[in-house]
Nanobody
Framework: LQLVESGGGLVQPGGSLRLSCAAS????????IGWFRQAPGKEREGVSC????????HYLDSVKGRFTISRDNAKNMVYLQMNSLKPEDTAIYYC????????????????????WGQGTQVTVSS
């Protein structure tokens, strides 16, 4: 079972990035998906979660209205569209799989996600 993130990079404040998470070795259809981030010197925090159907989503308050989680089960992919990026969004971003179909609450509890990607760096700076 493997998750691989991509799409990170350096972007100016106010810019956008789209992160992708590709799954292999298993089918994402049955599982809730989460995005987390960890900035230097800070604890990892949950950014978003989407249930297996895509009908239920949760977001960190500071990213609501700017970030959008989505999934394409046919392609076994998960995405995080990030708009209006701020310097405080700078972090390594990780996707993770919750083996339940729904986001277990609180969705930001890392203990619910047994599978993680290696992360992709997002740097927001002018």
């Amino acid at each position: 079972l493997q998750l691989v993130e991509s799409g990170g990079g350096l972007v100016q404040p106010g810019g956008s990035l789209r992160l992708s998470c590709a799954a292999s070795g298993f089918t994402l259809d049955y599982y809730a998906i989460g995005w987390f981030r960890q900035a230097p010197g800070k604890e990892r925090e949950g950014v978003s979660c989407m249930d297996r159907s895509g009908g239920s989503t949760h977001y960190l308050d500071s990213v609501k209205g700017r970030f959008t989680i989505s999934r394409d089960n046919a392609k076994n992919m998960v995405y995080l569209q990030m708009n209006s990026l701020k310097p405080e969004d700078t972090a390594i971003y990780y996707c993770a799989v919750d083996l339940k179909g729904a986001c277990q609450m609180p969705y930001y509890s890392a203990s619910y996600y047994p599978y993680w990607g290696q992360g992709t760096q997002v740097t927001v700076s002018s």
